[in-house]
């Protein structure tokens, strides 16, 4: 199969049932893919030119490390980087957005040190006043990230610079930010009813601990686990936060919850069929 920078990721690891693993030893950054919601959410969206950005190689780097599995590089491929994408209409709403009202988080640097901004950004989120909106800076369209925050209610809009630059602003009213906040947190299990749940659940307590992982993947795992979870069993969570982004998606797959906070930097959750 010929591939250029422009393949999707996608469509290498529809293609050959040894892509993944073969992706995966050319960055560590590339582990991350083996996490079936990840990868749903990155692979369709990512080519080999972006995925290189991310882990910090070069597009030859694929094709030597896939030229085994039978893949051949296109050398007649028009570009060997990822063209820069057209920009669509800039929304309404930022048309009239003044500069004082936009925060400008660039993330480039914190990546490029290997470590994950997303506990950051959703801080900034936190923060965000009526009117304002939170501008992403970083060298990749932010995928998982989009649709994270579109489950708050975040509309978003990508604008792309250069091919190190790639903006992407987020915006909502504090109204709805207000709401999201107090759904995630009305769960919260007084101890009798958190004894009580336990008890319904005797037995039948799938226990996952997730204190360990870096964002985003403790919400990543949650939701894995979900997927193959019997209707009679609870998944008994143990996180060092409450997890308002995942609560939120809970509610959209038709899954019920209740938190019991332990104390800082310790928190369960009791996770289980909305019936």
Known sequence: MLIN???????????HPDALETIVSIAPDFKKLRNPILRKLMAGRTSIAMASKIGGCKPEDFFKALAPLGFEADNNAVNINEPIKENKPIPTYLQN?????????????????????????QQKVKELQQGQVLLIINNFEPVPLISLL???GFASYVKYIDENTIETYFYKTD???NNEIKTATAEVATTSEWEKLLQSFENNLVPIDVRHL???MPM???????ETLPNQKAL???????PVFLLTELKDRNFDYRIKEVQDGEVYLLIFKNN
Do not use: C, W
């Open 5 to 15: 920078a422009q393949t999707k990721i996608a469509t290498l690891l529809k293609h």
């Open 97 to 121: 957005i003044q500069p004082s009202q936009i925060v400008n988080f660039d993330v480039r640097a914190i990546l490029a040190s290997g470590s994950d901004p997303l506990k950051q950004i």
């Open 150 to 152: 579109s489950k708050q």
């Open 175 to 177: 109204a709805t930010t």
């Open 214 to 216: 870096e964002m985003p």
């Open 220 to 226: 990543m795992t949650i939701l894995e686990a979900l």
């Open 236 to 242: 008994y969570v143990h996180h060092k936060r409450i």
